[in-house]
């Protein structure tokens, strides 16, 4: 049987969902924009907040009508030089230009491929920064390794189900984990935002959108936060997790780019003061007592 239309049909889908989330991500830029910020005048009346197409379109020097096609998800011809234009007057940061030139089919840097399998050496290496809790995760968040600090320090992994192993599920819908992070609230939306920034190289993937629908209709948290249409890299500053037995630690999580094994990225959190380290240490020997 012949496949190519199939196949044809289903890649052809993929690039309209990828224009569609470029159009809703650009809306949603263009709604945070206040007009008085950019030199239009505050008042008026406006079906939307912040600014309005046409006025995107003079302050980026682009036609109108080319750029309401931008964001119907119009299949049309879009440059490198007019889109950084766009993302000037939208004001997006590295990470959200990144997302928009992804999502519009420009590369931003080099290609990369995706690695099922481990080597052993991977393990070796998060085993050897022991008193250190260090995880291994893609860009889908599924947990791919971890060492034995992580399970008792954060959250003991090998409580929870293989085919349960990604930390958006974990975070969101298992009852396996109640998240010790005390700022839990900025770490979840950040969690979100970052997956939808890597979700724009995968639209239409399976896997991801697999996991996207599950979670959007297992977590309303979650379903809320993806409303907001942010995106982020993952964060490097200092995090305060409690611990059962050895009560508030201070850790600073060491991101470290497996780049010859395609998209996943070793997180290690290294204590971020001597108490937090004297912790770790006593809770990696199990001579720490519980906390009163």
């Not at 928009?100 to 590369?107: E, N, S």
């Not at 497996?258 to 990696?284: F, I, P």
Request: charged share 25%; glycine share 6%; hydrophobic share 45%.
């Amino acid at each position: 049987m012949n496949t190519l239309p199939a196949t044809t049909d289903r890649t052809a889908a993929d690039k309209r969902q990828q224009r569609h989330e470029l159009g809703v991500f650009l809306r949603s830029r263009r709604e945070r924009i206040r007009p008085d910020e950019v030199g239009f005048a505050p008042g008026g009346r406006r079906r939307t907040p912040g600014l309005r197409r046409e006025e995107v379109a003079l302050l980026a020097g682009v036609g109108v009508t080319w750029y309401t096609w931008l964001e119907q998800g119009r299949d049309i011809n879009v440059s490198a030089q007019v889109l950084e234009a766009v993302a000037d007057t939208l004001r997006l940061d590295r990470q959200e230009r990144n997302h928009l030139f992804t999502l519009a089919g420009l590369q931003v840097g080099p290609a990369r491929g995706e690695c099922a399998v481990l080597p052993p050496s991977v393990q070796k290496t998060l085993d050897a920064v022991t008193p250190y809790p260090a995880i291994v995760l893609n860009a889908r968040y599924d947990i791919l390794a971890f060492n034995e600090a992580y399970c008792r320090v954060v959250l003991d992994l090998r409580e929870i189900p293989v085919e349960e192993r990604n930390m958006l599920w974990v975070t969101f819908v298992s009852r396996e984990w109640r998240c010790n992070f005390l700022e839990s609230e900025s770490m979840k939306l950040h969690m979100v935002a970052g997956f939808r920034a890597a979700m724009a190289d995968h639209v239409g993937e399976a896997a991801w959108q697999d996991l996207l629908e599950r979670l959007l209709a297992r977590s309303p948290l979650f379903a809320e936060l993806w409303e907001r249409y942010e995106v982020a890299a993952p964060s490097t500053r200092i995090k305060l997790l409690e611990n059962a037995t050895a009560g508030v630690l201070r850790i600073e999580p060491v991101n470290l780019w497996l780049s010859q094994l395609g998209q996943l990225r070793a997180t290690v959190y290294t204590a971020a003061d001597d108490e937090t380290e004297a912790k770790l240490r006593a809770l990696a020997g199990g001579t720490l007592s519980a906390v009163m």
